[in-house]
């Protein structure tokens, strides 16, 4: 079965140090997306990329990177100059060329926390 | 730019009894909208969601939810609840000019008790 693919499920990072999340999917989807969930604050889009070698910063980028060279994987980097990684991230994608009315589909997310 | 509020961030309710959980949103714009399900350490899975045509949307698991757009609700519904339903629920609008950004409300957790 198709679906999008988040390791690891939890990830713990230390002072100073980038970490990157993974997310993979073979659902054959465009526009791939990260979210940041905090308890009682919801979703909050961090990035976005709708085709391969192209992305947007979503509403909190700072402190986040991320690179699209294939269609299939999205990573995203926590770096040291995030201050308050501790969260849950989810992945999510949806097919681009299927019109504007496509809800997104999740993976199963990464629990990240400071050491 | 649209906005998305769920005014009951936690809903207790008995096995057995009918539960309501409420969305409203503001927009500019016409809107697609979703109810999306969240279990403990999860990612979100698609409820329902409402495009077009019939203002009543039925979803998975028995829920279904009523677009209201004078009142710019989503309200969604279930007539009896099982413990099994215990999770978060997320209501999001995406706008249908440039359906690929969607924004989420703050969630309503569902408590079902026996």
């Known amino acids: 079965d198709g679906g999008i693919t988040q390791s690891p499920k939890y990830l713990f990072r230390k002072e100073g140090q980038n970490v990157t999340l993974s997310c993979e999917q073979n659902l054959n989807h465009d526009a791939m997306y990260w979210y940041r969930q905090d308890p009682g604050q919801g979703l909050r889009l961090i990035y976005y990329?709708?085709?391969?070698?192209?992305?947007q910063k979503g509403d909190i980028a700072e402190g986040y990177s991320v690179s699209r060279e294939k269609k299939e994987s999205f990573p995203l980097t926590v770096t040291s100059a995030q201050k308050n990684p501790t969260a849950f991230y989810l992945c999510a994608s949806i097919p681009r060329d299927r019109g504007s009315n496509q809800p997104q589909h999740f993976g199963d997310g990464t629990r990240l926390s400071i050491l | 730019a649209q906005s998305v509020t769920q005014l009951d961030s936690q809903v207790p309710v008995f096995e057995e009894a009918p539960v309501e959980l409420r969305c409203n949103y503001s927009s500019s714009v016409s809107v697609y909208l979703f109810w999306y399900v969240q279990y403990p350490n999860q990612g979100l899975q698609l409820l329902l969601k409402y495009l077009s045509g019939s203002t009543l949307v039925k979803g998975i698991n028995g829920f279904e939810a009523e677009f209201n757009k004078s009142q710019t609700s989503f309200h969604l519904r279930k007539p009896s609840v099982h413990i099994s339903d215990t999770a978060e629920y997320f209501c999001a609008v995406s706008d249908q000019n440039y359906g690929q950004n969607f924004v989420f409300g703050p969630g309503t957790r569902l408590s079902v008790l026996p």
């Open positions: 990329s709708q085709i391969v070698n192209d992305f």
